[in-house]
């Protein structure tokens, strides 16, 4: 039986960093070095993600733009999936360390700017910077995990990177409460602060980074597909800004015309573009000929879309309709994130032992489109420990996605490919969560503006609601303030009710008797959201189904595929081929696969093509199998 080769690496010429052997494994101490460089960059942007998501209503009604709150969120995913596979194709080339740096680098002038912002467009304009570091913070991490770690060891240490995102989730709520609840922090408004912490955590990431993050890396002489991105922006951007602005300039209007058709001339030319390119491209196609590939893809799309739609409106009722503060609001979302950790764990330990994984993002787009056709029946007198439980369900489904996904494209491609299949499955996931994150507030607030006028229109049959005209209780300003807008709302086209979805801090003040039609037309408008969720991750569970069954890459398997990539680069760079073999390596080597480490006696030397050494990589482990049940029926020992 094969030992994990992670944990002894074979003794190199004296004074030679292991870091800088390509074809040894590292050891278990030297991927701990760099994992603590990786979760640094990590923390920065998981940490931010969950202070902001606290914190985003009272940042909207302080600025004024509630009801555009969307653009916040919506600008940095624009930005962050656009770039992240130009993080993943570049550092193929050029390596990880200098992009991770620069990451961090630019999200940190993004947090700053974000401090300065006067409006919901600033601030928006501000997040889409962010997003620019954002979308090679996690892309790369989880490429350097692929680059150094075989398929089933990774989940060993999953648990790092899910300690990074425990401790933000509950970290992040409690300080973005913080924040967002004062006025003032020496002399700056509270909320602001929220962006300004990122800065000395970042500072801190740099240094970590710079000490700890090294890695070999064998240069590939390629062309950047610069026009693949550009292509890539203009067929994104404004499909992206249609699904926000639609509810607004009206879905057949002229405005929206415009965007349809300047989208799908963009991303008819990233097609035209990345057939060109071939192996150049930014995104290659030849890469979703891979089936595992292609399924993961789409279903990574409606996971993302309902993922993000759902996340995003679930903080908006918590602290709307059930009155939460920001603090409080994150901590009730704790069963999500308790959830998820759950089924990350608990999917990757397994897989582990058994590298298999298909079952598990079955199971999760099922537990995924469940949870949120319970979403869909929470309203306004919902109890919120009924909401929780379906959190805990929604986390793990979650959880049984994240990881395996992830593991099944990583685990389909050669490792040269690593870096680019990465950030397929990441810009994928984040193209689904843009749109959902878009459509689904756009959907929430159309209806809102809808569900709310009719609830107070109803309302005036009830009794309690009509006292409370008579003799409110509570803030009389306030009070006197919203009856005089709902008096003059028959005249006035309903503008009093358009001003309480650009601030809703009122919903607190007033007697909770004018409050409750408020809410339930809130809460109707949220149950439209969900409702159209559950049939999009609906979706997701049929896609699941067509995932191949395919084990994951043993030790063994994934150390000689890189080798042999490592040899191929070399090859096509014009250099000799770097070796690090032992004595232990001839037996491999020599029944080794001709087109997985180099060119066969007496025939064409295939390594330099990227399909066949794809190929090889994808039929290796019954091979690996093969030759271990040889070398134990011969007496030779595995390493």
């Not at 653009?71 to 656009?82: M, Q």
């Not at 756009?442 to 006028?453: D, R, T, V, Y």
């Amino acid at each position: 039986m094969a030992t994990d080769t992670t944990a002894a690496v074979p003794a190199g010429p004296p004074g030679e960093d292991q870091f800088d052997r390509p074809d040894a494994p590292l050891t278990h101490r030297q991927i701990i070095t760099i994992l603590i460089g990786l979760m640094m960059g990590m923390f920065l942007a998981a940490l931010d993600q969950t202070i902001v998501a606290s914190s985003i209503r009272t940042i909207a009604d302080d600025l004024h733009g509630l009801s555009a709150q969307a653009w916040v969120t919506t600008a940095y995913l624009i930005t962050s999936t656009i770039v992240t596979p130009l993080y993943g194709k570049l550092s193929d080339i050029y390596g990880r360390k200098p992009f991770f740096l620069f990451a961090i680098s630019i999200f940190t002038i993004g947090s700053m700017l974000c401090t300065l912002a006067t409006s919901i467009g600033t601030l928006a304009t501000y997040r889409a910077i962010q997003g620019l570091g954002a979308g090679g913070l996690f892309a790369l991490a989880l490429a350097i995990i692929g680059d150094i770690v075989p398929p089933r060891e990774r989940a060993k240490y999953q648990g790092y990177f899910l300690a990074v995102f425990g401790t933000s989730s509950v970290l992040g709520p409690v300080i973005g409460g913080f924040f967002a609840g004062q006025s003032t922090i020496l002399g700056i408004t509270g909320w602001r602060w929220v962006f300004l912490v990122n800065v000395p955590i970042a500072i801190a990431a740099l240094f970590v980074v710079t000490r700890t993050l090294h890695l070999h890396h064998v240069r590939r002489d390629h062309r950047i597909d610069w026009w693949g991105a550009v292509m890539l922006t203009v067929g994104l951007v404004p499909l992206l800004i249609v699904a926000e602005q639609g509810r607004e300039w009206g879905w057949g209007s002229t405005n929206a015309l415009l965007c349809y058709g300047i989208g799908i001339l963009g991303v008819a030319g990233f097609f035209v573009v990345e057939r060109a390119m071939g192996e150049e491209a930014l995104i290659p196609l030849r890469l979703f000929q891979i089936r595992t590939v292609g399924v993961a893809s789409i279903a990574s799309v409606f996971i993302g879309m309902g993922m993000f739609g759902g996340l995003a409106a679930l903080p908006l009722y918590l602290q709307i309709v059930k009155g939460a503060g920001p603090t409080q609001a994150g901590l009730l979302l704790l069963p999500l994130t308790i959830g998820i950790m759950f089924g990350s764990i608990l999917s990757g330990q397994i897989i582990s032992r058994t590298g298999r994984y298909r079952q598990y993002p079955i199971i999760g787009a099922g537990l995924l489109a469940a949870s949120m056709w319970g979403f869909h029946y929470i309203g306004a007198d919902t109890a919120t420990w009924i909401s929780m439980i379906i959190m805990v369900f929604f986390g793990v489904g979650l959880g049984f996605n994240f990881q395996p996904l992830t593991l099944a494209v990583q685990n389909a491609v050669s490792p040269r490919d690593i870096g680019v299949a990465t950030s397929s499955a990441t810009f994928t996931r984040q193209i689904g969560g843009t749109l959902g994150t878009a459509i689904f507030l756009s959907i929430l607030f159309s209806k809102a503006a809808e569900n709310i006028p009719a609830a107070y229109n109803a309302a005036r049959q009830s009794p309690d609601f009509l006292a409370a005209l008579q003799d409110p209780q509570g803030n009389p300003a306030a009070n006197a303030q919203f009856i005089a807008g709902i008096k003059s709302a028959a005249t006035d086209g309903g503008a009093a009710f358009n001003s309480a979805l650009s601030d809703s801090s009122f919903v607190q003040k007033i007697d909770p008797r004018l409050a409750h039609p408020y809410l339930e037309g809130f809460s109707s408008s949220m149950q439209a959201v969900f409702f159209v969720a559950t049939f999009i991750l609906l979706a997701a569970f049929a896609v699941t189904w067509f995932l191949p069954r395919v084990e994951l890459r043993s030790n063994e398997a994934f150390h000689e595929a890189g080798a042999a990539d490592n040899r191929a680069i070399a090859g096509q760079n014009g250099h000799a081929p770097v070796s690090a073999s032992t004595p232990q390596d001839a037996p491999l080597e020599q029944d080794a696969e001709p087109a997985l480490v180099g060119a066969p006696s007496g025939g064409s030397d295939d390594s330099g093509d990227p399909a066949a050494v794809t190929s090889a990589v994808e039929d290796y482990p019954a091979r690996s199998r093969k030759r271990g049940r040889h070398r134990m029926e011969h007496g030779e020992k595995l390493h």
